[in-house]
């Protein structure tokens, strides 16, 4: 069974930045997609970043250039490079993958900007 297990996160002061890790386990298969969701109190969960097996990635609107999703290179582990964070960035951000038709979620992290 795939489990994904996040490491990361925590307090930083406005305009500092943060690395997200999450890795899959329990799988000898690449993910076809590995993306990352934040979820703020409130609000409803809403995607930061997706990478694709091809290389592709996409970014939520908010991000405007200031985080970097990127993957290890058999599709497994998927890491979020945040900088310039902001306090509206502070929410619970999730890793999400596919593979096979199916969709895993970690168990969440806490991500808390200071102003």
């Known amino acids: 069974q795939v489990q994904l297990v996040q490491s990361g996160g925590g307090l930083v002061q406005a305009g500092g930045s943060l690395r997200l890790s999450c890795a899959a386990s329990g799988s000898a298969f690449s993910m076809n997609s590995m993306g990352w969701h934040r979820q703020a109190p409130g609000k409803q969960r809403e995607l930061v970043a997706l990478?694709?097996?091809?290389?592709?990635?996409n970014y939520g609107d908010f991000v405007k250039g200031r985080f970097t999703i990127s993957s290890d290179v058999v599709m497994r582990t998927v890491y979020l490079q945040m900088n310039s964070l902001k306090p509206d960035d502070t929410a619970v951000y999730y890793c999400?993958?596919?593979?096979?038709?199916?969709?895993?979620w970690g168990q969440g992290t806490q991500v808390t900007v200071s102003a």
């Open positions: 999400k993958m596919y593979q096979l038709g199916n969709e895993y």
């Open positions: 990478v694709t097996r091809d290389g592709s990635t």
